[in-house]
């Protein structure tokens, strides 16, 4: 299988995509029809010449909304069992 090429064009506005519209990687990628590991790599390298460094702070930013991500999508399946159950609950109180 060909390795498929992408225009500097093309790989500068994907990272701007991630850079300066904050869109995540992964959904970014996807939208682009890349893998997210090809973007990852263009965006590091974007990092390297600008001179921005992935500081330790960084990673832990990204852990942090990793962890709250996890968090909120677990407390959104509760609230929907809940509601669930509630209207289970009220449709069996009211005959």
């Not at 090809?38 to 965006?43: N, P």
């Amino acid at each position: 299988m060909a390795r498929k090429t992408y225009s500097r064009e093309f790989r500068e506005s994907a990272v701007k995509m991630v850079t300066e519209q904050h869109r995540p990687l992964p959904e970014a990628a996807k939208n682009l029809g890349v893998q997210a590991g090809t973007l990852r790599s263009w965006l590091n390298a974007h990092r390297r010449r600008s001179g921005v460094a992935d500081t330790a702070e960084d990673k832990a930013l990204r852990k942090r909304n990793r962890e709250l991500e996890a968090e909120n999508q677990k407390l959104r399946l509760e609230r929907e069992i809940l509601k669930k159950a509630a209207a289970f609950f009220a449709k069996e109180q009211h005959p």
